[in-house]
């Protein structure tokens, strides 16, 4: 099975205006995601989609692989597919990493490969078991409830499944919550496919692309994670995410 990873980096952000150039410890965010996809040996290819010339000038001057794409795509899937086209890739599966992720573990995207083993998946995603009310709760933190193969039934910003007769405070210890963490692979047969399929209604109605694949049948497989991943949205992200981070280098 040949993989390729894709990062797709805009520079254009409304909560963050040049993200992915922002600097983390001296390297800057794209950077420390590109380096962390090149420890993965499974991994054919890594490579930045980006429609930015100062991101892609970054990439390639760190030694990386940059592919430059149209500015008009509305998903981070049409922007990596471009880049499959394009390049005209030769691999089987394609993960799809987020450029905001500057501490994503190699195992995290390796339980991503895992899941192909599994035929009937087509595409595959983590998730992450809740510990806290706060992200149960939290709107901004999609859940997903899963099959008993693993296989992803739903995706809701709210907390799902709703325990009827029981207070909100004690859901937590009476069943197993996922949060879904936004890291997907494709089979390339299938990203072919879903870059065709308009928004479903499902979708539009919670702001979540991957309700469009579910609506139109595509089983998506999932992996667990117990790792703390860091997604930066906004300049607070950043600030919260140094500090982690110095303290897991230097010590606390």
């Given at each position: 099975?040949?993989?390729?990873?894709?990062?797709?980096?805009?520079?254009?952000?409304?909560?963050?205006?040049?993200?992915?150039?922002?600097?983390?410890?001296?390297?800057?965010?794209?950077?420390?995601v590109y380096e962390q996809c090149k420890q993965i040996n499974e991994l054919a290819y890594v490579i930045v989609a980006t429609d930015d010339e100062?991101?892609?000038?970054?990439?390639?001057?760190?030694?990386?692989?940059?592919?430059?794409?149209?500015?008009?795509?509305?998903?981070?899937?049409?922007?990596?597919?471009?880049?499959?086209?394009?390049?005209?890739?030769?691999?089987?599966?394609?993960?799809n990493v987020q450029g905001d992720e500057p501490f994503i573990q190699p195992s995290q995207i390796q339980n991503i490969i895992a899941c192909f083993q599994d035929a009937n998946a087509a595409i595959a995603t983590l998730v992450k078991p809740i510990e806290q009310n706060e992200v149960l709760f939290n709107v901004n933190a999609p859940k997903v409830v899963l099959d008993e193969a693993h296989f992803a039934l739903y995706f809701s910003r709210q907390a799902i499944p709703f325990l009827r007769n029981e207070p909100t405070e004690n859901w937590l210890n009476k069943h197993i919550y996922y949060q879904h963490i936004g890291i997907y692979g494709f089979r390339k047969d299938v990203l072919q496919k879903l870059v065709k399929l308009a928004p479903s209604k499902l979708e539009q109605a919670e702001s979540l692309e991957q309700l469009r694949w579910l609506a139109a049948g595509y089983k998506i497989k999932t992996a667990t994670t117990h790792e703390t991943t860091?997604?930066?949205?906004?300049?607070e992200d950043l600030e919260r995410a140094l500090k982690i981070y110095n303290q897991n280098t230097h010590g606390n």
């Open positions: 099975m040949k993989i390729a990873a894709i990062i797709p980096a805009r520079y254009a952000s409304t909560r963050f205006p040049g993200k992915p150039l922002a600097d983390i410890a001296g390297k800057t965010m794209i950077q420390r100062r991101i892609y000038q970054n990439v390639i001057q760190f030694g990386g692989e940059a592919c430059m794409t149209s500015s008009q795509h509305l998903t981070g899937t049409d922007r990596i597919w471009e880049v499959v086209e394009k390049l005209n890739l030769a691999v089987d599966v394609i993960i860091i997604a930066i949205d906004t300049p």
